[in-house]
T-cell receptor
Framework: DQQVKQNSPSLSVQEGRISILNCDYT??????FLWYKKYPAEGPTFLIS?????DKNEDGRFTVFLNKSAKHLSLHIVPSQPGDSAVYFC???????????FGTGTRLTIIP | SQTIHQWPATLVQPVGSPLSLECTVE??????LYWYRQAAGRGLQLLFY??????ISSEVPQNLSASRPQDRQFILSSKKLLLSDSGFYLC???????????FGPGTRLTVT
């Protein structure tokens, strides 16, 4: 049972435009959500997170939106840059749980 | 600041040979520690996690084992490697009570 889903395996965006990566979840217990960025042959890097008590969190070019009623979160990157080309994983957890549940990832390609 | 080390960076091993991958964390105490595997073109699969010395939880029954002989040391082992053990192995740590996990640089294992 895939509790965290990233339904788009890949996404291509023109440099300078907005990249929107989506993630859906099914477990109502999740109360914290994270986004990671991964380059090939490297470990994932933590990007940004959001608690379920918020609906938006912003950090520079990165903004995460959470819609609890729809069990949906999205990562917006504005403006997109070539260095943003990577695989992005969303992850979720709940209080007291030792493990993160990861989505399957979306490969973002920024076109110069 | 905290840092996480993994070695070796790459490894080529024949089928049936033993395996030992090591992970160490610096700059923190009593971290939760995790081993993940990413098979080619796939997502992140949690293999083992540990909340303390000698405490190991296994997520996927398989040909691998893990040990935590010291607070900040996590070892992934196998007595006899299979072709299916090939992949990118990632170690991660987390401060207990916080949600974010931080990943090491990874080990590329190729079983031939």
């Amino acid at each position: 049972d895939q509790q965290v889903k990233q339904n788009s395996p890949s996404l291509s965006v023109q440099e300078g435009r907005i990249s929107i990566l989506n993630c859906d979840y099914t477990n109502s217990m999740f109360d914290y959500f994270l986004w990671y960025k991964k380059y090939p042959a490297e470990g994932p890097t933590f990007l940004i997170s959001i608690s379920s008590i918020k609906d938006k969190n912003e950090d520079g070019r990165f903004t995460v939106f959470l819609n609890k009623s729809a069990k949906h979160l999205s990562l917006h990157i504005v403006p997109s840059q070539p260095g943003d080309s990577a695989v992005y994983f969303c992850a979720a957890n709940f209080f007291g749980n030792e493990k993160l549940t990861f989505g399957t990832g979306t490969r973002l390609t920024i076109i110069p | 600041s905290q840092t996480i080390h993994q070695w070796p960076a790459t490894l080529v091993q024949p089928v049936g040979s033993p395996l030992s991958l090591e992970c160490t964390v610096e700059g923190t105490s009593n971290p939760n520690l995790y081993w993940y595997r990413q098979a080619a073109g796939r997502g992140l699969q949690l293999l083992f996690y540990s909340v303390g010395i000698g405490q190991i939880s296994s997520e996927v029954p398989q040909n691998l084992s893990a040990s935590r002989p010291q607070d900040r040391q996590f070892i992934l082992s196998s007595k006899k490697l299979l072709l299916s053990d090939s992949g990118f192995y990632l170690c991660a740590w987390r401060t207990p009570g916080r949600y974010e996990q931080y990943f090491g640089p990874g080990t590329r294992l190729t079983v031939t």
